[in-house]
């Protein structure tokens, strides 16, 4: 709980100030080694982030939405190409796939999970479809054994958005190790932060990697040896320091965040009006949010009360991505999409959280209800 009484959607300070010492020294150690870009920090990341992962390649890059731009490019998607996306997703999901000259093509979702849903994939396919994009929304796994299947049965490539799943598992696999590749962020509020932008791609495959290395440095395998149009994309060594002090207590904190949206399911329970998260026996759900549903139109009434009483909330996402000014002249009616972004409300959540502050966030939203 923050210092004023409020309750905000995410408190670092208790990881901040248990971290100190460790993120201090690995700060020292960087400004102390005059090596500020790539070496041996990022290599040391990419390392050991590879070893958690269980993929043969981690290439470090600058942001979540630049790990989703070089992967698509590294696995030849481009001009022409059609790439199947959710529209209930941060907008970069799709606007990574409009940047590499591909056309996202949006697909409906499972109303339980958030995530695309395989059937509505299908009905998407044409024959200029190469890709396709699912997103763990919220920390939850999609349904990666029939999105491989339909990918293996239409020769298609598979990307996994994993910006809000680091560390989330499906089948006893890591999130980001089944597809062809896996775009993470390190967005400071991620389940695995960076204290700036940062990002990576996860990958089996030795020519992807090799082209996202060439990729995330100007085009070049060897300075100022250019070999295609690349980006300035590196992973900042300071971040990638900090990252590695994190990773070593990643899976400590996605069990607080899953024993927090345990106590949440058990204070809910007899609270009407309010759908719980749904979660599989086969996942890992790692609860980068924890997200309920308000039905019957008052989702919005609820959250100004909640604000009211100083509990932080957000919506994500009001507006789905197929219905935005870039996207809406495609025409798409997705009504599962559009009926989850009117009655989604994500509570206040990190792996330090105090029962006695749920216990606030409980009964303020008993209030709100009413």
């Known amino acids: 709980m923050s210092k004023t009484g409020k309750i905000p959607m995410l408190d670092l300070s208790v990881e901040i100030e ?3 010492d460790e993120i201090n020294a690995a700060v020292q150690r960087v400004l102390r080694s005059g090596q500020f870009i790539m070496g041996p920090e990022v290599e040391g990341f990419e390392r050991e982030a ?8 981690a290439v470090g890059v600058n942001s979540g939405t630049d790990a989703l731009v070089i992967a698509l490019r590294a696995l030849g998607i481009g001009s022409g190409d059609e790439v199947i996306v959710p529209s209930f997703t941060f907008f970069a999901t799709a606007e990574a796939v409009s940047l590499v000259g591909a056309t996202p093509v949006f697909a409906d979702i499972d109303p339980r999970t958030y995530n695309v849903a395989p059937e509505r994939i299908e009905e998407r396919i044409t024959s200029r479809t190469r890709a ?31 910006a809000q799943a680091f560390g989330g598992e ?17 967005f400071p509020s991620k389940n695995l932060g960076a204290y700036g932008d940062g990002g990576l791609i996860a ?42 002090v994190k990773l070593a207590h990643i899976d400590e904190w996605n069990e607080g965040r899953r024993a927090a ?16 998260p ?24 609820v959250r100004e009360r909640l604000a009211e009483a100083g509990v932080g909330t957000m919506v994500y996402y009001p507006v789905p991505v197929h219905l935005l000014p870039v996207y809406a002249a495609s025409g798409y009616e997705l009504p599962a999409t559009e009926a989850a972004s009117g009655e989604v409300l994500s509570l ?5 959280m105090a029962r006695t502050v749920q216990e606030q966030v409980v009964d303020s939203l008993r209030e709100a209800l009413k």
Do not use: C
């Open 261 to 276: 949206a345990r106590r949440y399911g058990e204070m809910l329970a007899d609270v009407s009006g309010v759908e719980t």
């Open 348 to 352: 206040p959540i990190w792996p330090q």
């Open 132 to 162: 396709i994009l699912p997103v763990h929304l919220f920390g939850q796994a999609v349904q990666m054994d029939r999105i491989r299947a339909i990918a293996r049965d239409n020769r298609l490539v598979v990307v996994e958005d994993v």
């Open 278 to 301: 749904y979660e599989a026996s086969h996942i890992r759900h790692v609860y980068h949010q924890y997200t309920v549903r308000v039905r019957d139109g008052g989702r919005d009434a």
């Open 50 to 57: 590879a070893e958690y992962l269980g993929v043969r390649h």
């Open 170 to 186: 499906y089948r006893g696999r890591k999130l980001g190790s089944i597809g062809d590749a896996g775009a993470f962020s390190f």
């Open 203 to 244: 990958t089996d495959d030795d020519d992807v990697a090799e082209q996202a290395r060439m990729l995330r440095t100007h085009g070049a395998k060897k300075k100022y040896h250019n070999e295609t149009i690349g980006y300035n994309s590196r992973l900042d060594a300071l971040q990638a320091a900090i990252l590695r």
């Open 18 to 20: 248990a971290l100190w």
